[in-house]
């Protein structure tokens, strides 16, 4: 079987041949290793390699997708694309225009490979010791995963881009279990193939520990409205919930009813609101040089002074809204076409301190850390990690883990404070069509929504 | 695959080659109308070896590389878990009718037409409704050799059918949904067209229940989506293993109510997750896990099951192309005595769920649920007035388990993976603003 540089080589001509609007390939190579532990043994340490590809062709407005493992017989995976889009196409086909791009990125960050795993589980040991030399821990779980790809992209317009995306994830849990009962605390942290940051949490994994432990003792929050405040990483998640993927066009584009909602200008939060999603910014997970249709990524306001600014565009949204695209689309690998997907996003930090932010809640809830979240669009719910009551100005007794609920056009305009101090969580996953989980970050400063609704976890 | 187990015997001392082939279409449909066609070609190759006696992984996608896949195994045995088991050799594995040509054979003509039948007939109640539609068709070969002369050989067919709907106004939103999938071609739409009328019906009025403690009808999708995560987790061996599970240490005794019976069944004809034995090769068997309230078993795969010092219930499952580990294969709740009318006939103010969102996003272990209900009904004096919004419940899969008030008497499946029918809860903390 020819490799990917070769396949791609006999493809670089060829696709401007068929009869469609628009194709593109792309091809892809990639190396993985994990490791898990659960309890005090590791329990699996595996290594896998993958190569494949896909063709996209549009025609008439239909798109056909073709994935495939073997790249022997290059030139049937096409018809068979061009088929079928053909078959589904009965309107005009639409994309934005864009330059097309001959490049080759490269990275400092091939890291994780070049780290012997021997070295990699040294590692993990010493954070399992860490976890089991707290008393009361029932099991933990840990699992460190990484990986490299690199991906050749061509389009029938004459794009040819070389790119490589290097990805380290660490999750962390520490069970507590008590009579009858069962708490636990994560840890959770990403990199965009930078291993530093795995290897100085020795103190945050005895935190993590010592938290499930006390979770077992802590009450459960009376369900009901309350103030609540969101430190970065649960702010990050929130703002990636319950407003991102309202901002990805292809929700919107073929929906007059929601255009009508998501209408530019409209307003939905106070002013000091900013809320941007940019893969420009180097370094971070979401971070790259351009998108999987070949587009460069971009910095894009969705809120600006509390007003819907700017959304998240793939080529075909972009040209169907009349609007410029903006490098989002994005597929988890070459088994998916690619959707319009979030990067990084974030919460532009405003000019409070944490001490003013909680200094005037009679009876609150601060929730930190990230355990999930989802969306429906309209509603959101997503839970923290780790809760306190806030009494009187004053962090309080801690909770057992909650979650958080609300309407996303409402909770958005009770926002009433937003701090100084943004972080980025680059720890999540996001999901979304059967693409999961798609390395995105994060994040806020933190900030005060009144009357949000709290369920116990 | 005989030529990688021959060379991996050279460099350990036990070796399994297991192999998955599929091909799969769908026609997928965006806003009412056919958007895409894709067709998926995959092959993924994993070797797991003993060497010292330890566990060794690594998984490919081709049989171009079978160096640096047995490399890639070696190097991460050095670290790996003590292999406890033994390859199982050569068995006889029960008959089971997963394989119908007649979805291969299925043109992409019929699929599409399907899906825009579907769509009619959804659109033609609620006009102003915006659906995406998927009609899939897959085959999937699956194939499994190793060093103790075990192997296993068998194909499968999936035809699959989903619709989502969304309904907007202003930022009033609802959203319904169906899904079905079989080992048989699906042909016909007005089942799944059905059940999303009926969501429109039933949420055609806006309602509201106040906060406190209700009693709640979970559907079978709403019983799916709230109370079905936690029993995965606490019925896997490993978490019993581990101690992790709050029912772990219950066997034999009553935990939940005398109304329930749950079991994990891999036999079932034509059902997608039916298959002759599991991802180790180990024979497929019915597995009760809870009789009538009593716990009965945990899910086992080989190594789980050696540390345990128990058998595998041949449910070592490969998800996702990792290490084998134990999940249910598919889970089957025994339908009761309650049909799902007088269950709402019984309850004077309370709530029917259809389904929660976030309710996996608690803390799963111990059985704590909380989700927004993103699809639900009132119920009022005996019968459903309309649809709740802003509403929020909690509670712990085990008290809600523990006494039930009915469990309804016919079962639906869910999502190919759960069977179950209604069930009738006396009481749920709900929050609403």
Known sequence: MPDIETAAARLAGALKKYKADYIE????????????????????????????????????????????????????????????????????????????????????????????????????????????????????????????QQTIFLSSTGSYIRQPRTDITLRL?????????????????????????????????????NKAVAMLSAPQVKGGEYTVVLDPVLAGVFVHEAFGHLSESDFV?????????????????????????????????????????GVPATKTYLIKEGKLVGRLHSRETAAKMGEKPTGNARAMNYRYPPIVRMTNTYIEPGQASFNDIIAGIKEGVYAKNWFGGTTSMEMFTFSAGEAYMIRNGKIAEALRPVVLTGNVFTTLNNIDAIAGDLDMNQGGGCGKGGQFPLPVSNGSPHIRISRCLVGGG | MENILALSKKVSEAAEVFEVAAEETSAQFETNRLKNIQSKQSTHLALRIIKEGRLGYATTTGRDNVKELIYNAVETARFGMPAKFELPPLSSYPRIDIFDPAVEATPLEDMDRLGQELIELITAHTPEILCEAMVGKETESVKLINSSGGQAEYKKSIFSVGIYGSLIRGTDMLFVGESRSSCNPITQPQDIARVVIQQLELAKNPASVPTGQLPVVFTPRGAASALVPSLVTAFNGKTVLQGASPIGNKLGKKVFDAKISLWDDPTIPYRPHSRPCDDEGVASRRTPLIEH?????????????????????????????????????????????????????????GLVIEQLMGAEQGNILGGDFSGNVLLGYKIESGKIVGRVKNTMVSGNVYQVLKELTAVGSRAEWVGGFLCTPPLYCPRLSVASK
């Open chain 1, 25 to 148: 390939a792309r091809l892809e190579r990639s190396q993985r290793s994990h490791i898990t532990y659960r309890g005090k043994e590791l329990e699996s340490a595996g290594r896998s390699t993958a190569v494949g590809g896909n063709i996209r062709a549009l025609v008439k407005g239909g798109w056909g997708f073709v994935s495939f493992n073997d790249l022997n017989d290059l030139p049937r995976r096409i018809e068979l694309a061009v088929k079928q889009a053909t078959l589904v196409g009965k309107e005009e086909s639409r994309l934005a225009p864009v330059q097309p791009v001959v490049d080759t990125v490269t990275s400092k960050e091939d890291g994780p490979l070049n780290i012997p795993l021997a070295e990699k589980k040294k590692l993990l040991d010493e954070y399992n010791q860490i976890i089991w030399g707290t008393p009361g821990l029932r099991t933990s779980v840990i699992g460190y995963a990484d990986s490299h």
């Open chain 2, 293 to 349: 309230g009593m716990v009965a078993n945990f899910l086992y795969d080989l190594q789980t099951a050696a540390l345990a010092k128990t058998k595998s219930t041949g449910n070592g499952d490969r998800g996702g192309g990792s290490l084998p580990a134990p999940s249910p294969s598919a889970l089957i709740i025994a339908p009761g005595q309650t049909s799902m009318d007088d269950m709402i006939k019984d309850i004077k103010e």
């Open chain 1, 253 to 293: 584009y073929e929906d007059d009813r929601l255009r009508q909602v998501m209408v530019l200008g409209k307003k939905f939060g106070p002013k000091e609101l900013n809320i941007i999603d940019s893969a420009a910014v180097p370094g971070l997970r979401g971070s790259y040089k351009y998108d999987d249709e």
């Open chain 1, 173 to 209: 849990s520490a069970v507590a279990a008590g009579d009858g009962d069962v708490q636990q605390a994560n840890l959770s942290l990403g990199s965009r193939g930078d291993f530093s940051p795995m290897r100085r949490l020795h103190k945050e994994v005895e935190e993590m520990a």
